[in-house]
Structures are given as structure tokens and as C-alpha cells.
């Protein structure tokens, strides 16, 4: 993978201003807890994507500071020269966990942990959740396109519309884990190993006197995938003639026609109808303009007789809903070692964090594999696999459910301890059959588009105690 600059700086100001806080109040040492999480699905879906592992360890690996970056702290000229001090000896030090890549997530889970001293738990906010909330959005955004084409497969076309350069790259890396078959972004095949895909653009056709000499043409230079667009002129009265005439004269191994706009339904069973009679039944249509789930999924109930989609702003921005919404919140203090549970408590419901050192269980059905709840637990605490573990809701505990023939999975695995890497990050593939793999492990309630049913994320009987007695002890005060 090709190295990035140095992004240590890529920080909110304030991350800075606490340091030297934390450093002039004699905090610096303290250790904390802190969680990343969500409060809620975008698009009102109901699961999302957990994405952006690998920069994330990568930015974690790297934390360092320049002499630039020193010399431009000490030119705010409101920062201790012992913080300067501080930041050119710096050494990342803490412990850190995190829900492997391509797992489906849900809200209130710490996604994300961070144990360490608080000078340096607090600072690395601002990157754990730029990398995790976009890639994760986008992961999320493209596993509920490619799940509307029913097993068609989509690419992702959206670099030019992208929010900059990074958000290109790694759009198309999300989109991947997501489900997508490749990109039409060249440097994150180069970079990441996506297929790079694509063929033409209206340009090309414009570019010669006919659309039949446009198709000729490229047929001729690539006869092994000729991929023709159909939609510069007429689509149905010159596009698709001009690509037949090309495909009988060339005799391209693999062939197929994109049209790019128009009535999609009405268009492609007219081209279909079109090639059949043509003798060219293994001729593929590819189908790209503005889509999302939505719409991918009305036009394949309209019939429209497509094998392929290209995806392009509405997956790359999520553009429905375009931001994921992770949060970063002190759960835990740590003194002589004894850990201090913390609590930041709301009006709003869903705004009232969980408290401590946790962990994060999946429970499946052991018949069908299927994930029935995820429990956050006090770290150390198991669950029993045996019959009669009771689950409930932590916001209506009048809401609970006998579980019985389960079994039980630790969802986080441990990034770094003491500073050091201790995870090496799969491949690209690895992940992306990983994601496949656990989708199959939702119920069919949970991945609907509209009202999908809530995945219930409990908390331990011990957990909810602890909550509670501070939600309790606060109100008193």
C-alpha cells in the first residue's frame, strides 16, 4: 500500500489545547477509556458496516510529530515549552480495540476502544472517527445497493463526484468491503487491489463521424471486453443498431452495451428484445445513471432486464443521508488500577452513554447461525452458553427474552497493546468475503429498507446496574 503523509495534525485544534491541559494540571498520566459508537443507522436502516481498520491502525502506527508540526504549535504562541517537550519525545503508548472490518454493526456499541494515557486517548478522536464514520457510511451505503440488485453486479462510479481525493479512494475501498464488484477509480486498484472498470465515455463516440465508427473502433482495440454506450445520440434508433452492426462485423469475445440514461425499464427490454432477435443473447446491459437502492430496486420490479449497475454520487456520498453520526466519549478512568466507571448523561435518551470497560458479545442461534442480540457486558464478565440466558432491553427492561441453543462471540479483536500493533490487518478480499459472510447472518427483518426490525443491543444485568446507580447518583446531586 502506498504510504500517506504524515496525518498526525490532521486533528481538531481543541485535541491540542487539552493536551497541554491535561499536561499543566498534572493529568497527563491518567489513564482513560474512551468509545467510539453510533446512535443511529443512517438512511433508518437497520444494521451498518463497520470499515476503515486498516487506516486506522496505519494512522495509529505512524503518530508522530515534525519539527513543522512543533514549530507551528509553538508559534500559537499559548503552549508550555514542556508540551512541546512532550510532543517531540512522543510515543504512542495506549492499548486499543476495535470490531473487525466488514462486521455489521449497530448503535451504541463501542465500535472502537481506547485505553491509555488521556494526553494521548484524547488526541486521537478526530482521526478514529473521520476514518471510521466515512468509510463505514459508504460500506454501509453500498451494502444496501448491492443487496436492491439481487445478486447483479454493481461497480462504483462516483470518484468524480467524491468529496476530494481521499474521499475517492477510500469510498471505493468501503464500497468494496461493502459488496461492490470494483471501481472505476484507477489508484485504489493500483493501491488497494479493487478491479478497476469501466470502458468509454460519450466523448469517445462524439469523437468519430458515426456511433458505428466510434464502436468499430474500440471493438478493434479491445476485442476481448467490448463494452459499447449506447446513449450519445438515440438509443434505441441508432445506439443499439450501431453496437449490433459492430458485434456481428468484430466478433468481440465479451460484449455488452451501457446506456447512461433515459426511461431504464422501458429502455432495456427494448434492447434486450433488440439483441435477441439479433442473434446476441450473451450481449450483457449495463445500466448507469444517478441510482440508488431505491430505484434499482423499482426497476428490476418493473422488469428491466439489466446484469449490471453502475453506482456512482448517490454510493459515493451517501447522498440520502450523508453522514454516519460515531461519536467519541470517556467511558472509564483507571487509578491504582481500579477502573472509575464515567457517564455522560442526556435529555435525550439515546444521547445517555454505557458506562466502563466493556465487551461486546454476539449471540447466535445455533440451528441457523443467525445473530440473535448483542450484549455489552463489565470486561471480564461472560456469557454462559447454556439455556435460559435472559436478554432485555436496557430503555424498556419490561422487555426481555429467554434465550436458549446459542453460542456466543467475542466481536472486537485488540489493535494495539501498549503502543505496539498486535493485529495484522487482512487483505481486501479477505475482508469483503468476510462482510458477505456475516450479512448472512442477519435476519431477513433487519435488512429491510423501510421499518427493518430493531437488532436489540443489551446490556448485562451487572452493566445496566452500574448505569443505572449513576444515572441515579447524578440526578441526586
Same mark, same amino acid.
Given at each position: 500500500?502506498?504510504?500517506?503523509?504524515?496525518?498526525?495534525?490532521?486533528?481538531?485544534?481543541?485535541?491540542?489545547?487539552?493536551?497541554?491541559?491535561?499536561?499543566?494540571?498534572?493529568?497527563?498520566?491518567?489513564?482513560?477509556?474512551?468509545?467510539?459508537?453510533?446512535?443511529?443507522?443512517?438512511?433508518?436502516?437497520?444494521?451498518?458496516?463497520?470499515?476503515?481498520?486498516?487506516?486506522?491502525?496505519?494512522?495509529?502506527?505512524?503518530?508522530?510529530?515534525?519539527?513543522?508540526?512543533?514549530?507551528?504549535?509553538?508559534?500559537?504562541?499559548?503552549?508550555?515549552?514542556?508540551?512541546?517537550?512532550?510532543?517531540?519525545?512522543?510515543?504512542?503508548?495506549?492499548?486499543?480495540?476495535?470490531?473487525?472490518?466488514?462486521?455489521?454493526?449497530?448503535?451504541?456499541?463501542?465500535?472502537?476502544?481506547?485505553?491509555?494515557?488521556?494526553?494521548?486517548?484524547?488526541?486521537?478522536?478526530?482521526?478514529?472517527?473521520?476514518?471510521?464514520?466515512?468509510?463505514?457510511?459508504?460500506?454501509?451505503?453500498?451494502?444496501?445497493?448491492?443487496?436492491?440488485?439481487?445478486?447483479?453486479?454493481?461497480?462504483?462510479?462516483?470518484?468524480?463526484?467524491?468529496?476530494?481525493?481521499?474521499?475517492?479512494?477510500?469510498?471505493?475501498?468501503?464500497?468494496?468491503?461493502?459488496?461492490?464488484?470494483?471501481?472505476?477509480?484507477?489508484?485504489?486498484?493500483?493501491?488497494?487491489?479493487?478491479?478497476?472498470?469501466?470502458?468509454?465515455?460519450?466523448?469517445? #463516440?462524439?469523437?468519430?463521424?458515426?456511433?458505428?465508427? &466510434?464502436?468499430? @473502433?474500440?471493438?478493434? /482495440?479491445? !476485442?476481448?471486453?467490448? %463494452?459499447?454506450?449506447?446513449?450519445?445520440?438515440?438509443?434505441?434508433?441508432?445506439?443499439?443498431?450501431?453496437?449490433?452492426?459492430?458485434?456481428?462485423?468484430?466478433?468481440?469475445?465479451?460484449?455488452?452495451?451501457?446506456?447512461?440514461?433515459?426511461?431504464?425499464?422501458?429502455?432495456?427490454?427494448?434492447?434486450?428484445?433488440?439483441?435477441?432477435?439479433?442473434?446476441?443473447?450473451?450481449?450483457?446491459?449495463?445500466?448507469?445513471?444517478?441510482?440508488?437502492?431505491?430505484?434499482?430496486?423499482?426497476?428490476?420490479?418493473?422488469?428491466?432486464?439489466?446484469?449490471?449497475?453502475?453506482?456512482?454520487?448517490?454510493?459515493?456520498?451517501?447522498?440520502?443521508?450523508? #453522514?454516519?453520526?460515531?461519536?467519541?466519549?470517556?467511558? &472509564?478512568?483507571? @487509578?491504582?488500577?481500579? /477502573?472509575? !466507571?464515567?457517564?455522560? %448523561?442526556?435529555?435525550?435518551?439515546?444521547?445517555?452513554?454505557?458506562?466502563?470497560?466493556?465487551?461486546?458479545?454476539?449471540?447466535?442461534?445455533?440451528?441457523?447461525?443467525?445473530?440473535?442480540?448483542?450484549?455489552?457486558?463489565?470486561?471480564?464478565?461472560?456469557?454462559?452458553?447454556?439455556?435460559?440466558?435472559?436478554?432485555?432491553?436496557?430503555?424498556?427492561?419490561?422487555?426481555?427474552?429467554?434465550?436458549?441453543?446459542?453460542?456466543?462471540?467475542?466481536?472486537?479483536?485488540?489493535?494495539?497493546?501498549?503502543?505496539?500493533?498486535?493485529?495484522?490487518?487482512?487483505?481486501?478480499?479477505?475482508?469483503?468475503?468476510?462482510?458477505?459472510?456475516?450479512?448472512?447472518?442477519?435476519?431477513?427483518?433487519?435488512?429491510?429498507?423501510?421499518?427493518?426490525?430493531?437488532?436489540?443491543?443489551?446490556?448485562?444485568?451487572?452493566?445496566?446496574?452500574?448505569?443505572?446507580?449513576?444515572?441515579?447518583?447524578?440526578?441526586?446531586?
Amino acid at each position: 500500500m502506498v504510504k500517506e503523509k504524515n496525518l498526525t495534525m490532521l486533528t481538531d485544534f481543541y485535541e491540542i489545547t487539552m493536551a497541554n491541559g491535561y499536561l499543566k494540571s498534572g493529568m497527563m498520566n491518567d489513564i482513560a477509556y474512551f468509545d467510539m459508537f453510533f446512535r443511529r443507522v443512517p438512511d433508518e436502516g437497520g444494521y451498518a458496516i463497520m470499515a476503515g481498520i486498516e487506516q486506522l491502525v496505519e494512522y495509529l502506527d505512524n503518530l508522530k510529530f515534525t519539527e513543522e508540526d512543533i514549530a507551528y504549535i509553538r508559534g500559537k504562541g499559548i503552549f508550555c515549552e514542556e508540551f512541546l517537550d512532550y510532543l517531540k519525545n512522543f510515543k504512542f503508548e495506549c492499548d486499543v480495540w476495535a470490531v473487525p472490518e466488514g462486521t455489521p454493526i449497530f448503535p451504541h456499541e463501542p465500535i472502537v476502544t481506547v485505553r491509555g494515557p488521556v494526553i494521548q486517548a484524547q488526541f486521537v478522536e478526530t482521526m478514529i472517527l473521520l476514518i471510521i464514520n466515512h468509510q463505514s457510511l459508504i460500506a454501509t451505503k453500498a451494502s444496501r445497493i448491492v443487496r436492491a440488485a439481487q445478486g447483479r453486479p454493481v461497480m462504483e462510479f462516483g470518484s468524480r463526484r467524491a468529496h476530494g481525493a481521499t474521499a475517492a479512494d477510500m469510498g471505493a475501498r468501503a464500497a468494496y468491503i461493502g459488496g461492490c464488484s470494483g471501481t472505476a477509480c484507477t489508484i485504489s486498484d493500483r493501491d488497494h487491489h479493487i478491479p478497476a472498470l469501466g470502458t468509454m465515455a460519450h466523448s469517445w #463516440v462524439q469523437m468519430f463521424p458515426t456511433e458505428y465508427d &466510434a464502436f468499430i @473502433k474500440y471493438a478493434e /482495440i479491445y !476485442p476481448d471486453n467490448c %463494452i459499447l454506450l449506447v446513449d450519445t445520440y438515440n438509443v434505441l434508433k441508432s445506439g443499439v443498431p450501431a453496437a449490433i452492426r459492430a458485434f456481428h462485423e468484430m466478433k468481440p469475445k465479451k460484449m455488452g452495451i451501457r446506456i447512461d440514461s433515459g426511461d431504464i425499464a422501458y429502455l432495456t427490454k427494448r434492447a434486450r428484445k433488440m439483441l435477441d432477435e439479433a442473434g446476441l443473447q450473451d450481449c450483457t446491459i449495463t445500466i448507469s445513471n444517478s441510482l440508488d437502492e431505491y430505484l434499482i430496486r423499482d426497476v428490476i420490479l418493473e422488469g428491466a432486464q439489466i446484469d449490471s449497475f453502475g453506482v456512482g454520487e448517490r454510493l459515493i456520498t451517501a447522498k440520502s443521508e450523508p #453522514v454516519f453520526g460515531g461519536v467519541y466519549k470517556l467511558a &472509564a478512568l483507571e @487509578k491504582d488500577g481500579k /477502573i472509575i !466507571p464515567k457517564i455522560k %448523561i442526556s435529555e435525550n435518551v439515546e444521547k445517555i452513554t454505557n458506562p466502563g470497560f466493556k465487551t461486546l458479545y454476539r449471540l447466535y442461534d445455533r440451528d441457523s447461525d443467525k445473530a440473535l442480540a448483542d450484549v455489552l457486558t463489565v470486561d471480564g464478565e461472560t456469557i454462559p452458553e447454556q439455556d435460559g440466558y435472559v436478554i432485555f432491553d436496557p430503555n424498556a427492561i419490561w422487555k426481555k427474552k429467554t434465550l436458549n441453543n446459542f453460542y456466543v462471540r467475542n466481536l472486537r479483536v485488540q489493535l494495539f497493546r501498549h503502543g505496539e500493533k498486535v493485529y495484522d490487518c487482512p487483505d481486501i478480499e479477505t475482508v469483503r468475503n468476510y462482510c458477505a459472510e456475516q450479512m448472512e447472518t442477519l435476519w431477513e427483518e433487519t435488512l429491510r429498507f423501510e421499518n427493518p426490525q430493531t437488532y436489540y443491543v443489551d446490556l448485562s444485568q451487572k452493566l445496566w446496574n452500574i448505569k443505572n446507580d449513576l444515572i441515579e447518583e447524578h440526578n441526586i446531586r
